[in-house]
């Protein structure tokens, strides 16, 4: 994996069999859900479950989606699994202010030292528009990313544009807050898979990288559409060759202008390629 991930599977946390499929399925990141995903008289078994993997190292990342922080699970969440030798980090649901996270990180100290990284899933219009002091919280937010489902109930959309907003908001926001770029919210339709990667090309084309998956099908439909083409490729190494032999501003033959950002850019496109 490179530094970018590009796949994050979610698993319920209250199905260990399907959490440890998820551990050998290829994802980049594996998100154990204790909110959404577990029904409200399985949350103590999800949490005491999950606490229990995470006793060990596990062969990939491994983050878990503690429940809302205004919720009466959150706290017995954090106290359960943030301690955990084999936790990565933590994704908060439903943040909408910059206290929530300056709250979790106080008390989110990994088995390791230091405060665990943290993720926020901004889900209602409020957070949507909070979403740069959300991003610029605290040192230890290495994320941000939008909640579509909650989100669109929340702003009575129908259409699947009418989050594109939002969407463009939250990507500018991270870039802002110097984070790396959000990932996508799932595909819900787990059979839909061409309409899945016609959403992966549109996302991308916003600004994302990567995406959530709520089934191991979904990973290499993100993947594949995640990771740059031969042409981006052969257009990065020119970039990056032409700043290795000039520093600053310059233009390409083919008149591409080339500066620090375009360069920093063909950078990372050419680590996501070492994946292919």
Same mark, same amino acid.
């Given at each position: 994996?490179?530094?970018?991930?590009?796949?994050?599977?979610?698993?319920?946390?209250?199905?260990?069999?399907?959490?440890?499929?998820?551990?050998?399925?290829?994802?980049?990141?594996?998100?154990?859900?204790?909110?959404?995903?577990?029904?409200?008289?399985?949350?103590?078994?999800?949490?005491?479950?999950?606490?229990?993997?995470?006793?060990?190292?596990?062969?990939?990342?491994?983050?878990?989606?503690?429940?809302?922080?205004?919720?009466?699970?959150?706290?017995?969440?954090?106290?359960?699994?943030?301690?955990?030798?084999?936790?990565?980090?933590?994704?908060?649901?439903?943040?909408?202010?910059?206290?929530?996270?300056?709250?979790?990180?106080?008390?989110?100290?990994?088995?390791?030292?230091?405060?665990?990284?943290?993720?926020?899933?901004?889900?209602?219009?409020?957070?949507?528009?909070?979403a740069h002091a /959300? +991003? #610029?919280?605290?040192?230890? *937010?290495?994320?941000? =990313?939008?909640?579509?489902?909650?989100?669109?109930? @929340? %702003?009575?959309?129908?259409?699947?544009?009418g989050l594109d907003?939002?969407?463009?908001?939250?990507? /500018? +926001? #991270?870039?802002?807050?110097? *984070?790396?770029?959000? =990932?996508?919210?799932?595909?819900?339709?787990?059979? @839909? %898979?061409?309409?899945?990667a016609a959403s992966?090309?549109?996302?991308?084309?916003?600004?994302?990288?990567?995406? #959530?998956?709520?089934?191991?099908?979904?990973?290499?439909?993100?993947?594949?559409?995640?990771?740059?083409?031969?042409?981006?490729?052969?257009?990065?190494?020119?970039?990056?060759?032409?700043?290795?032999?000039?520093?600053?501003?310059?233009?390409?033959?083919?008149?591409?202008?080339?500066?620090?950002?375009?360069?920093?850019?063909?950078?990372?496109?050419?680590?996501?390629?070492?994946?292919?």
């Amino acid at each position: 994996m490179t530094d970018f991930p590009l796949t994050w599977l979610y698993a319920p946390g209250d199905r260990p069999a399907v959490v440890a499929k998820a551990l050998v399925s290829g994802a980049d990141v594996v998100v154990v859900d204790l909110e959404d995903a577990v029904a409200p008289g399985r949350k103590a078994y999800a949490r005491a479950a999950t606490a229990e993997l995470l006793r060990d190292p596990q062969p990939v990342p491994v983050h878990v989606r503690v429940n809302a922080l205004c919720g009466p699970w959150a706290e017995a969440d954090l106290a359960a699994v943030a301690p955990a030798p084999g936790l990565s980090g933590l994704r908060l649901p439903k943040v909408s202010s910059p206290s929530e996270v300056v709250r979790v990180a106080r008390r989110a100290l990994s088995a390791h030292g230091g405060v665990l990284p943290l993720y926020a899933l901004l889900e209602s219009a409020l957070a949507v528009e909070r979403a740069h002091a /959300v +991003a #610029a919280a605290h040192p230890a *937010l290495r994320g941000i =990313a939008i909640g579509e489902t909650d989100l669109r109930a @929340d %702003l009575g959309v129908r259409d699947d544009a009418g989050l594109d907003w939002s969407r463009s908001r939250v990507v /500018v +926001a #991270a870039r802002a807050a110097g *984070l790396a770029p959000p =990932a996508q919210s799932v595909h819900p339709d787990i059979r @839909d %898979l061409e309409g899945l990667a016609a959403s992966c090309a549109h996302g991308r084309a916003l600004g994302f990288l990567g995406r #959530a998956a709520i089934h191991p099908r979904q990973l290499p439909v993100i993947e594949r559409a995640y990771l740059p083409g031969e042409e981006e490729i052969e257009q990065a190494e020119a970039i990056v060759k032409a700043a290795a032999t000039e520093q600053g501003a310059q233009a390409l033959p083919d008149g591409r202008f080339v500066d620090a950002a375009v360069v920093a850019a063909a950078q990372r496109t050419l680590s996501l390629a070492r994946r292919r």
